[in-house]
């Protein structure tokens, strides 16, 4: 495995924690488990999001920004919650590079960055009700339950290694316990339930034939067509699928509905403003690095924070 030492010998420990997460979410490892070529993609990404990261904490609204040292301590003792002892937990800092120092010095700029976006999004125009209405009636398919049918079957597999699976042989078989549910409405359910438990040879037999609830699209092409097909209380069939003869009943179906605007406002409400925010922080950024790349000589500084999300390590 190829250890990091040369980008830890040239890069601080906020960088070495940005290369620490950036292997970490992308790799499910830390930078030491990589090869070099995911150990490359690990670093560009580190370097994409602490370049962001001094941009967002160079700027104006970073200045005002405090991160109570207890917070910072808090972060620190999380993630030091993974570990079973101190010494462990050291051992697996200096291995990426940190020590307990230097962790606490990412995590601070880590909470300050999160609270300086959290206050650019707070800048957000708030979402009225004809921002919601109008999202409701644009995107009605969102907000419809698709119809739903409880289901049972009857499975009779073509296997020609067995004499009473070959294809004929398995038609025929299907086709006796057709026969025995035509026409008989009344007691349909226990009637299909008990051939069912008897006759199929799909696991489902042990429990009576039952698929449950299931919406277009979830079973074989020819079950889905012939179950959407059914009236309720009704058996359908024999049809064939790659795996042999079926009989299917529609035990009930729930009809296609469409939610209310009042049960769906709060969650609208919230995609929209969710969106806005983010919106209004990727403006911010642009204009940022539009002023940044306008005076690049210009020294950047950097600033104090409040948590949102803490970084691991294991």
């Known amino acids: 495995m190829i250890q990091p030492s040369l980008i830890e010998k040239t890069h601080g420990p906020a960088y070495r924690y940005h290369l620490l997460r950036a292997a970490s979410e992308r790799f499910q490892t830390d930078p030491g488990g990589l090869d070099r070529a995911r150990l490359d ?161 799909c696991p489902t037999a042990m429990q009576d034939g039952r698929l449950g609830e299931v919406p277009r699209g979830q079973l074989y092409p020819e079950l889905d067509a012939l179950l959407f097909a059914l009236p309720e209380g009704q058996v359908g069939g024999p049809v064939e699928s790659e795996i042999g003869f079926h009989l299917v009943f529609c035990e009930r179906i729930a009809r296609a509905r469409a939610q209310p605007f009042s049960k769906v406002r ?13 919106n209004c922080q990727k403006a911010w950024i642009a204009e940022l690095r539009e002023a940044a790349a306008g005076s690049v000589s210009e020294p950047m500084e950097t600033a104090a924070a409040s948590p949102i999300a803490v970084g691991g390590l294991s």
């Open 41 to 201: 993609e690990a670093a560009r990404q580190a370097a994409r999001s602490l370049e962001l990261e001094e941009l967002v904490l160079a700027s104006r609204e970073a200045q005002a920004v405090v991160i109570p040292p207890e917070q910072v301590a808090a972060g620190v003792a999380e993630v030091r919650g993974r570990y079973r002892d101190r010494g462990t937990f050291e051992d697996d800092l200096a291995r990426n590079g940190l020590d307990a120092k230097g962790l606490a010095l990412a995590l601070r700029r880590e909470l300050a960055f999160d609270a300086v976006m959290q206050r650019v999004a707070s800048k957000a125009a708030d979402v009225d009700e004809i921002d919601q209405r109008l999202y409701y009636e644009m995107h009605r398919e969102r907000f419809t339950t698709p119809e739903r049918r409880t289901a049972r079957h009857i499975l009779i597999t073509i296997n020609d290694d067995f004499s009473e699976n070959r294809r004929e042989a398995a038609r025929s078989r299907i086709e006796r316990l057709a026969e025995k549910l035509a026409g008989r409405p009344a007691g349909a359910v226990a009637r299909f339930a008990a051939l069912a438990r008897k006759h199929s040879e």
């Open 266 to 278: 709060d969650a609208i409400d919230a995609h929209l403003l969710a969106r806005r925010q983010r």
